[in-house]
């Protein structure tokens, strides 16, 4: 069973795209991909557990440290880099944006939305650092040093000048419910976005406010 | 040993291939004839889609796994990996190890006898480099029946004969394992080679190559040789642990005698080396080493000289090893990345320096385990259980 981001990405890279996986975990979008729709690429992993299953599946898994850059890999190296619920654990989520469109046209992240409403509970009426499945950490132990919001990117895009081809709410109460398509910063519990360079031709989509 | 353990491939023979055909060197020089000594544990399938190839590092030999006797203290080399239920399982794949050329332990080489003179090699005998011992394994391989081999796979300097298979036999290699290996030598690696060279080439027992007829061996040389190699094979907190600053006798006796633990353990291993293994050979493998440079022939573009190459690679490297370190591997990594070549890459967290390739350790196993899960799978062959 693929996790519904993963799903949702699935149907977003094309027919025999170059793909790279930024924190591939156990190669399961990769191994997905590969069978169905032809594609090849490589997955990025630190984590141990994960570099084995990736090697057993038969995925390309590099250990690889997100933090020390992309450096190994040439500019349009591939035609799509996915990085999925990394960002916000990154040192400098906004450098990883550069890198990641750097190698490929296109990218699709996605990442915890901080403005969700039950995180607004957490924070906003009980006065806690939100919880929940998609924030399973304590403030103290949590790897994710980075948290934004579905706003909070678009205006990280905007001022990069990027594009934003597409958009989607990854998880929570409202996946499916019209709502989320028109409040995603507040009924979305983890944020799609699916990112070009502005050289691309394509018309992005209208940003929310 | 009394009894063989459970997961070992147990009691093995080592057996000789004649082989007539001239094999022409890199150096120029021809070798007219020469025997390969090798082992094969496992069986050999209908398909003949199971062989892998285990090619062996700067001191190993074709004895990789198991046992020669019941009498036997050590098993195999490599014996951490090769056997039933083991990272190479034997239950599943026919393993073939071998004795390279210009080795000391049955495979034609400086003691070998040679035909034109009917003396021994000695200094004669030519320089080899790792495509010449590529070529040879591959008529090893046509010897036994095997086409393609279902993965090649060899630490340090056998890591270099994998990804040189890669190049020159794209289509005889199903699957690379190319493990704390290096694409080329550093200044720093060639200058440690040459050191121990130079201990050896100095002893006065060398004679220029001549021992042999002066029925002596520069023992001291290649002790000394075989220290400082060691030295480069472990990590300092490897040593550090093993011996720390640990005297033999309660105090020191303020002479050159072996006072530190170290010391004492360095001697051994010299004296044991020393006694079981050629100079010539030795000299021919660490020049072997610094000759070995894929990328010479393409510029120094890594990436353009592994483009023949059409397997995947697995690269494993140690966090600890100085000798060829993690960023030696990273380094063949980046350059099959961006050829766009299949290949994973594992850091092995290790503190036992560049030999840890030889232990056994969980994480290495994991992974080793997992690759050769996949290499059975794209074979095709039969899950054991």
């Not at chain 1, 691309?200 to 209208?206: A, S």
């Not at chain 2, 480099?129 to 391989?141: C, E, K, N, P």
Request: aromatic share 10%; net charge negative; charged share 20%.
């Amino acid at each position: 069973m693929m996790r519904t981001d993963l799903k949702l990405i699935y149907d977003w890279v094309p027919q025999g795209a170059r793909l790279l996986d930024l924190g591939c975990g156990d190669g399961a979008l990769l191994a997905t991909l590969a069978r169905d729709k032809n594609v090849t690429g490589y997955g990025l992993e630190i984590d141990p557990e994960g570099i084995t299953r990736c090697l057993a599946r038969g995925v390309n898994v590099i250990e690889q440290n997100l933090d020390d850059g992309l450096a190994n890999f040439e500019d349009d190296a591939c035609d799509l880099v996915v990085m999925t619920q990394a960002l916000q654990a990154l040192r400098r989520p906004d450098r990883m944006l550069d890198e990641m469109l750097r190698v490929a046209e296109e990218c699709i992240i996605t990442f915890p939305n901080f403005a969700y409403w039950r995180h607004r509970v957490y924070l906003g009426l009980r006065g806690y650092m939100p919880v929940s499945k998609s924030l399973p950490y304590a403030w103290y132990d949590t790897p994710n040093i980075h948290l934004s919001t579905f706003n909070d990117f678009e205006h990280l895009c905007r001022q990069k000048d990027l594009v934003i081809v597409d958009r989607a709410v990854g998880a929570g109460d409202y996946r499916d419910h019209w709502a989320s398509r028109l409040w995603p910063n507040l009924l979305g519990e983890i944020a799609i976005f699916r990112v070009t360079r502005r050289s691309n031709t394509r018309q992005g989509v209208k940003p929310f406010g | 040993m009394t009894e063989m353990p459970r997961e070992s491939v147990g009691l093995v023979t080592p057996h000789t291939a004649h082989f007539d055909d001239p094999l022409e060197l890199a150096c120029g020089k021809t070798l007219p004839a020469y025997d390969l000594v090798y082992e094969t544990y496992g069986t050999l399938n209908a398909e003949r889609s199971n062989a892998v190839l285990i090619c062996h590092a700067l001191s190993g030999h074709h004895h990789a796994a198991g046992f020669h006797s019941p009498e036997d203290r050590k098993p195999g080399w490599w014996d951490a990996h090769i056997g039933p239920g083991k990272s190479i399982d034997t239950e599943r794949f026919f393993v073939v190890s071998l004795n390279n050329l210009g080795g000391c332990h049955g495979s034609t080489g400086p003691t070998s006898l040679n035909p034109e003179t009917g003396e021994p090699w000695g200094p004669d005998f030519p320089m080899m480099t790792v495509l010449d011992w590529v070529h040879s394994q591959a008529r090893l391989a046509d010897r036994l029946g095997i086409q393609r081999f279902a993965a090649i796979i060899g630490g340090s300097l056998g890591g270099m004969q994998v990804l040189q298979w890669a190049l020159t036999y794209p289509d005889r290699i199903a699957h690379a394992g190319v493990i704390a290996a290096t694409p080329k030598l550093s200044a720093q690696n060639i200058a440690f080679n040459e050191v121990a060279r130079q201990a050896i080439r100095s002893d006065p027992d060398f004679y220029d190559g001549h021992y042999a007829d002066h029925d002596t061996l520069p023992r001291r040389g290649l002790k000394l040789a075989r220290m400082v190699g060691h030295i480069t094979y472990l990590s300092e907190d490897a040593m550090g642990s093993k011996f720390g600053r640990d005297l033999r006798s309660a105090d020191l006796n303020f002479g050159y005698g072996v006072e530190f633990q170290v010391e004492s353990y360095l001697r051994h291993q010299g004296d044991t080396f020393s006694s079981s293994f050629d100079a010539h050979t030795y000299l021919l493998m660490t020049k072997a080493l610094d000759y070995f440079d894929p990328a010479a022939n393409y510029g120094g573009d890594l990436a353009a000289a592994v483009a023949p190459a059409s397997c995947p690679f697995l690269v494993i490297s140690f966090s600890s090893d100085w000798r060829f370190p993690p960023s030696r591997s990273r380094e063949l990594v980046n350059a099959l990345i961006r050829a766009g070549k299949s290949v994973s890459y594992a850091n092995i967290d290790s503190p036992h320096g560049h030999d840890a390739f030889l232990l056994p350790e969980p994480r290495y196993q994991a992974v080793f385990a997992a690759f050769m899960e996949r290499v059975a799978h794209d074979q095709g062959l039969e899950d054991r259980s």
